[in-house]
T-cell receptor
Framework: ETGVTQSPTHLIKTRGQQVTLRCSSQ?????VSWYQQALGQGPQFIFQ???????GRGNFPPRFSGLQFPNYSSELNVNALELDDSALYLC???????????FGPGTRLTVT | GIQVEQSPPDLILQEGANSTLRCNFS?????LQWFHQNPWGQLINLFY???GTKQNGRLSATTVATERYSLLYISSSQTTDSGVYFC????????????????FGKGTHLIIQP
């Protein structure tokens, strides 16, 4: 059984740029959720994708967007990067319906 | 939305000691998970426990859904148990549009000294 993977591991961007983060879900899981974890805080829910559509969103602005592909992998895109976007971005996969979520190793984004 | 509170925020113990971490939540839940976050940021699943009691080696967890709390027990602590422990919950009564994500507490930072 393949676990959740994310790429890249680390990323440094400049304020105003755009970034794309990638996630491959665990084998057999059809739902992907993205979270942002600022330093010293718990992760915060960004959005969830199921059947290639966004089906739930936390309190994040529209410049945070995503995609899900037919193989259930997913991308998180952030436009017009701000310094406060510096964080660890975590992807989790699960079966639809609120089941147990399994997390990837994360992508650490630094915005300068 | 659901509120999740963890206590204590910090805990320092000697190797071999036992510990109890608490998680209070403000609503009925469909999902309650405990995680251990390692120094590299990886969230390791410990328990999926919306109700009842589970044990896995030196770790066990109990969720009393009717009283809206969960406890994580660590027995005979080892230095490798150090790190941040998170509780996360998914509300059963979420009424917003679409699906909801896990709401995390602020974590308990556990340090096990040799």
């Amino acid at each position: 059984e393949t676990g959740v993977t994310q790429s890249p591991t680390h990323l440094i961007k400049t304020r105003g740029q755009q970034v794309t983060l990638r996630c491959s879900s665990q084998s057999g899981h059809n739902t992907v959720s993205w979270y942002q974890q600022a330093l010293g805080q718990g992760p915060q829910f960004i959005f969830q994708y199921y059947r290639e559509e966004e089906n739930g969103r936390g309190n994040f602005p529209p410049r945070f967007s995503g995609l899900q592909f037919p193989n259930y992998s997913s991308e998180l895109n952030v436009n017009a990067l701000e310094l406060d976007d510096s964080a660890l971005y975590l992807c989790a996969s699960s079966l639809a319906g609120g089941g147990e979520q399994y997390f990837g190793p994360g992508t650490r984004l630094t915005v300068t | 939305g659901i509120q999740v509170e963890q206590s204590p925020p910090d805990l320092i113990l000697q190797e071999g000691a036992n510990s109890t971490l608490r998680c209070n939540f403000s609503d009925s839940v469909n999902n309650l998970q405990w995680f251990h976050q390692n120094p590299w940021g990886q969230l390791i699943n410990l328990f999926y426990i919306p109700s009842g009691t589970k044990q896995n080696g030196r770790l066990s967890a109990t969720t009393v859904a009717t009283e809206r709390y969960s406890l994580l027990y660590i027995s005979s602590s080892q230095t490798t148990d150090s790190g941040v422990y998170f509780c996360a919950a998914l509300s059963a009564t979420y009424s917003g549009g679409g699906a909801d994500g896990l709401t995390f507490g602020k974590g308990t930072h556990l340090i096990i000294q040799p």
